[in-house]
């Protein structure tokens, strides 16, 4: 199947600090997503990008998209309590992978101390 | 709109049982999925039905059957429950197979004894 690797798989920040999670993958990709699950929640669509070298932001968080389409990351700005949650990325290979396939990472569980 | 719904909530199953977990989405979304999830392996792809009419399998679909029975209704059949399936079982659907977000249930949480 698809190899997504994503770290860290746990962050425990103080409220204010700066987060960053990584997605990485052995092949290019078509796209990534990234989704939220907050504790006892179901995942929620934060964002999708396509394109090499795409950055999209929403408020506080920053979204990339690696130049060679094989990485990505998710940086949080300042984090606040209601960032708590654990954060996904979701990906579908460039070629070769079955239509419909989203593999998704192990997430990163982020802990905001207030 | 409900968006994607999924029953029932919560389920305790002894070992050999059977049962079906229902989902049904009024999206008129194309696609749908049935994920599970377990601490620390985040979320693995049990069978996905990329339109109406087919299904494939995903990463993890031994034990398990599907049917999708229209375009809404995706089902989950456990035929004979063992304690591996214990999990949290997330249905989702998504307007295309490939590039569209997905948008889950809110999950059954099934402990199998």
């Known amino acids: 199947g698809q190899q997504v690797m994503q770290i860290p798989q746990y962050q425990h920040v103080q409220e204010g600090e700066d987060f960053t999670t990584y997605c990485n993958s052995s092949?290019?990709?078509?796209?990534i997503q990234w989704y939220k699950q907050r504790p006892g929640g179901h995942p929620v669509f934060l964002i999708q990008?396509?394109?090499?070298?795409e950055v999209k932001k929403q408020k506080r968080l920053t979204f990339q998209f690696g130049e060679a389409k094989k990485n990505s990351s998710l940086h949080i700005t300042a984090t606040q309590t209601t960032d708590v949650g654990t954060y996904f990325c979701?990906?579908?290979?460039?070629?070769?992978?079955?239509?419909?396939?989203?593999?998704f990472g192990r997430g990163t569980q982020l802990t905001v101390w207030p | 709109n409900a968006g994607v719904t999924q029953t029932p909530k919560f389920q305790v199953l002894k070992t050999g049982q059977s049962m079906t977990l229902q989902c049904a989405q009024d999206?008129?979304?194309?696609?749908m999925y049935w994920y599970r999830q377990d601490p620390g392996m985040g979320l693995r792809l049990i069978y996905y039905?990329?339109?109406?009419?087919?299904?494939d399998k995903g990463e993890v679909p031994n034990g398990y059957n599907v049917s999708r029975l229209n375009k809404r209704e995706f089902s989950l059949r456990l035929e004979s429950a063992a304690p591996s399936q214990t999990s949290v079982y997330f249905c989702?659907?998504?307007?295309?197979?490939?590039?569209?977000?997905?948008?889950f249930g809110n999950g059954t949480r099934l402990t199998v004894t």
């Open positions: 989702a659907s998504s307007r295309t197979p490939q590039g569209s977000p997905l948008h």
């Open positions: 092949t290019t990709l078509s796209n």
């Open positions: 990008l396509v394109k090499s070298g």
């Open positions: 979701a990906v579908q290979a460039d070629r070769g992978s079955t239509l419909g396939r989203l593999y």
């Open positions: 999206m008129n979304h194309n696609s």
């Open positions: 039905s990329a339109s109406e009419g087919t299904t």
